[in-house]
């Protein structure tokens, strides 16, 4: 059965610091893995990826995260943080040859200061 | 294309009132899903369909019946609302595997419903 885990709940950084938001899966097969980002209010979006191509997937606003299969983990990285990347972010996996539907990490709030 | 949208976008409803969340995409996906969420809860899934006619139980579905008629549509009814309902209500969809959409979900903009 396929899980996430998201470490902390909330993550505070200043603008333009590094954002490194934790996403640790626990899969039976290879998985997909996702990143969506939700701004107050409003639905969920994409932010980037992984299905079993480059290791290292780059997606929208500057983001990137890397699939680390020994360490299971898929952690999002941003080099420099904007007050605009305010937003709660969820990491998801589903299964090749699975289930399409995803199970998502419970998301962790990204705190910006000036 | 509009994508996924949801109506209403907020209601408030009595302990045992009744009420159908819509959700239509135009994006001609397979497959459409509801999800709730709640504070420190992430995403849960209620229910889910791969085609129209069929649709299959997620993770909390007790208090929820779906039904799919269309492709295009997929409703979520609250057959008698209790407050442990106040939520607030995603629809999503996503195309087939093979398509090389890759379990990619396309979300409405939710609806927040408060049971009093």
């Known amino acids: 059965a396929q899980s996430v885990t998201q470490l902390g709940s909330h993550v505070s950084v200043s603008e333009g610091a590094l954002v490194l938001l934790r996403c640790n899966y626990s899969?039976?097969?290879?998985?997909?893995l996702f990143w969506y980002v939700q701004y107050p209010n409003q639905g969920l979006q994409l932010l980037l990826k992984?299905?079993?191509?480059?290791?290292l997937v780059k997606g929208i606003n500057g983001f990137e995260a890397e699939f680390k299969k020994s360490e299971t983990s898929f952690h999002l990285t941003k080099p420099s943080a904007h007050m605009s990347d305010a937003a709660e972010y969820f990491c998801a996996v589903s299964e090749e040859g699975g289930s399409y539907i995803p199970t998502f990490g419970r998301g962790t709030s990204l705190i910006v200061h000036p | 294309n509009a994508g996924v949208t949801q109506t209403p976008k907020f209601q408030v409803l009595k302990t045992g009132q009744s009420m159908t969340l819509q959700c239509a995409q135009d994006?001609?996906?397979?497959?459409m899903s509801w999800y709730r969420q709640d504070p420190g809860m992430g995403l849960r899934l209620i229910h889910y369909s791969v085609g129209a006619g069929i649709t299959d139980q997620g993770e909390v579905p007790n208090g929820y019946n779906v039904s799919r008629s269309t492709t295009e549509d997929f409703p979520l009814r609250l057959l008698s609302a209790a407050p442990s309902q106040t939520s607030v209500y995603f629809c999503?969809?996503?195309?087939?595997?093979?398509?090389?959409?890759?379990?990619?979900?396309?979300f409405g903009p939710g609806t927040r419903l408060t049971v009093l």
């Open positions: 992984y299905t079993s191509a480059a290791t």
């Open positions: 899969s039976s097969v290879p998985p997909y």
């Open positions: 999503a969809s996503s195309p087939p595997r093979g398509s090389g959409g890759s379990d990619t979900q396309y």
């Open positions: 994006m001609n996906h397979e497959y």
